[in-house]
């Protein structure tokens, strides 16, 4: 029996693929099949029924169709939108004729359909839409020449974009944009979801995704994910219902350290995150000055004022699970609460300065550590900067991880959990209102709380950045992201930590 099915479905997965795995898993198929056009054919004909999904009243299209498989396959889905009755020009880039035979052999049936093309020279035509088949994810580098002017039309024409497998000009391996890149309203991806269009620049560029995996079940080729991509609807493999007979002594014990003068409220956050994502009991570490005000705020915490290290002992002794960062500062009173903490080998999630204290002096960490570093702070980590970490945030991650040999998050849009000897966990969930200070304090609570009930470092880290992004998008769709708070999304995270309620979440 085939290993292919006869026709394209559109499908979900939660595996996320890089360029060479989809190009082993073509090569195996088409050799299958006897001819490779039947999966340009697929890709196609996927291509115009979501079209047609999604746009069905637009009459006229423009179809960008580039030299190689990417065009072809923008052909095959111009041939169909033309034999529909559809008004459709194709448009070349200059005197770029296709290569390969699978590529012309599309063109040629186009052509031989009566289909009309035209070579770019400037400037585009009128059109209800424009699809992109230009470059799909062959590109490895910034698009250059006429290219760059042909990209440039199409983000300026007005229409609305339909990207065929990849916005052109995004590296779908690293999710970068560094030059000019298609932003496409919806991309229809073919075979499998593509590991670079889940974070970082590329989100800007990709709109609304869908996938149509054409008949290909890949790990049957031997062909398997490099990432994992979680959704809402996965937290219920970490929050389970609880036993009745548990107790808060059973939930966890949760110690957060920071709140250096003037930054009280970080270590709020921190410790009321923590609390509304289960955490049986709360100690917090701070000045003596906000003991008063996070008694008032938070009389669930159980605050206490610490001068010295040797203040912290009987604290860390008692902890199940540490956070230690938000407001923490950098001065000597942060620096050796720091360094007690290190010497301790406790649980421990490091964040904000307690990141830049770790960068200005690196020290081996307690085995099941975890850094939550934005890209600047993984920037000063890894002796870099912010740009060439956000250029490639896969090998970012991952060389964080290997380097400090710990679990470690990159936040960020799309944000990457990575630990020695795992594979990279992809968060997808999280919107732009959730970019104001505070949301890693947050975050921070909600990892060592789950860190706290059990949960191993990876699963903690993977299971906090989902449950915190998951929150801060119910939180913005009650009154929208702009203006979203740190503090909206606490009783959002009691709602989706709950199994009752994450079962209702939709991706």
Known sequence: MSQIAETAQIAPTTGLYDAAALRAAETAAAAELGDGYALMRRAGEAAWREWLDRWSQAYSLLVVCGPGNNGGDGYVMATHAHQAGRRVTVVRMGEHAPRGKLAQRAAAEYAAAGGSTIEFDGALPAADA???????????????????ALIDAINAHGAPVFALDTPSGVDADRGRAEGAAVIAERTIEFIARKAGLRTGAALDHVGIASLADLGLHLPAYGVHPVAEWLRADDLPRWLHRR?????????GRVLCIGGDHGHGGALLLCAQAALRSGAGLLDAATRQAHVAPMLARLPEAMPRAVEHADDLRASIDAADAIAIGPGLGQESWGKQLFSAVIESGKPLL?????????????????????????????????????????SDRYSAVRALADHYHCTVVLKGAGSLIAAPGSGVRVIGAGNPGMAVGGMGDVLSGVIAALRAQGLNSFDAASCGALLHS????????????RGLLPSDLMPWLRRCANPSAANTLTR
């Open 350 to 390: 490091l964040d904000a300065d307690a990141l830049n204290l770790l960068a200005a002096e690196p020290r081996l960490l307690p085995s099941q550590t975890i850094l939550t570093p934005h890209p600047g702070e993984a920037a000063r980590l890894l002796g870099s900067d912010t740009a060439r970490v956000q």
């Open 130 to 148: 424009i699809v992109d088949g230009l470059f799909g994810i062959g590109l490895k580098r910034p698009p250059e020449g006429e290219a760059v």
């Open 470 to 481: 998951v929150a801060g998008d119910c939180a913005a769709r009650e009154d929208g992201e």
């Open 243 to 251: 036993r009745r007979d548990s107790h808060k002594g059973s939930n």
